[in-house]
């Protein structure tokens, strides 16, 4: 069975899916959206949708499409800001996200993750003294806040500035401090890394299919994950560590993600590795998948 966020996050529910679309409350707004794993027919009518929609969102002439940006408008048919604030309430931490409507369908926050943010919290917390957790991919941050919330040393990474910003936002107003904001490519942080010889107790790693770093460095999952991981093994602690890839694109599977890592990390077999789907659950009770986890505990 996958992993899903739990009942008691009051700010988010999946209230209906099917046709392409989900339809979504992040706190007090209704939410439409593209979700092309969303094969099925709506439970709900079209009417149900429109009367409780704040914003539809409307995809531009290219998306979808490949080599096209999948940029698009959101539509507005109830009044509602553009930008807002949901509290997600973890076993033991707090977090306050700032949510905005992005071009890209985007609102700065996936859901489905909230159970690797448990994850992040408890074996950050399980670790002695002051673990120094990566995240790499970091986007706006709540898997870093996760950690930041278990006493972590954080570094938090990501090659657009925007979204690092917005992460420091969501570090301020969930009530921490002192996150190490890097804005650079993945890959060469982390060849400088094992460089340096750095060591950390905890890595996150949430890569997309395609993806560039500030200077124009190409990052395409199918030919860096491997590499990736190889540096990743190489700086994770040998005796107390954990990781936790994450994978939402190209379809790739469970069993796939074990042994890209189980290779990469050069382990003789899958001990230490669990994996599984991260999918949310609509309001009529269908299953939605939408990203597979490979975690490993040293
Ligand atoms: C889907 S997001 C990760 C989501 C995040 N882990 C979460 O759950 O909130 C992928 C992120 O990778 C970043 N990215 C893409 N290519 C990159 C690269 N070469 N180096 C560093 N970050 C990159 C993007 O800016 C984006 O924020």
Redesign the pocket.
Known sequence: MPQFPKDSWKDYSLLDSGRGMKLERFGSYVLERPEPKALWEPTMSRAEWDRLVHTVFAPGAGFGRAGKEDSGTWERRRTMPDQWHISYPGEGFGLDLRLGLTAFKHVG??PE?AP?WEYIYSNTKALPGTPKVL?????????SLAAKAAGADVTH????RQ?VTWARGNMESTGLEGIHWVV????K?ASREVKRGHVYQGI?L???S????PDG???KLDECLFDMLRMVSALLDPEHGWMVL?L?SNGYSAALGETVVREAFGLKDYTGITSGELALRDGFGKVLPLSIYVRLNR
């Open positions: 926050v996936f993750q690797n995240n790499l991919f970091a986007y706006t941050g709540a898997a990474l990501d090659s657009v979204v650079e490519d993945a890959m942080f996150i949430d890569p997309p395609y993806g560039h770093g460095e190409k990052w994450n939402y």
